[in-house]
């Protein structure tokens, strides 16, 4: 598995915008579907999006219902970089937000992931 570092989290305005990122170690990093998942105080950590391995034709991701059409996940393979682009940010996003890697795809629950990062935390002010 590989080691993840995110990076970008603080504190924003409602309707401002955050851009997490992940770095990862390893060599293989294309090999892995990638994601972030949140957690809030006293709640459970939930999925918000992930996309798939890149060392293959397609690419494929998933969103979180909550996050869709606000929230974009992309990754730069060169770079080894996962990054997550949040726009239109509400109290309801303030979490400590993670990155995660998996050997499969859909990263849809924490059971499937096997690396996660530290946690960068996410705050959103009314």
């Known amino acids: 598995q590989v080691q993840l570092v995110e990076s970008g989290g603080g504190l924003v305005q409602a309707g401002g915008s955050l851009r997490l990122s992940c770095a990862a170690s390893?060599?293989?990093?294309?090999?892995?579907?990638m994601g972030w998942f949140r957690q809030a105080p006293g709640k459970e950590r939930e999925f918000v999006a992930a996309m798939n391995r890149s060392d293959v034709r397609y690419s494929l991701t998933n969103y979180a219902d909550s996050v869709k059409g606000r929230f974009t996940i992309s990754r730069d393979n060169a770079k080894n970089t996962m990054s997550m682009q949040m726009n239109s940010l509400s109290p309801a996003d303030t979490a400590i937000y993670y990155c995660?890697?998996?050997?499969?795809?859909?990263?849809?629950?924490?059971?499937?992931?096997?690396?996660w990062g530290q946690g960068t935390q996410v705050t959103v002010s009314s």
């Open positions: 390893g060599r293989t990093f294309s090999s892995y579907a």
């Open positions: 995660a890697s998996a050997t499969v795809y859909p990263i849809s629950t924490p059971r499937v992931v096997g690396s």
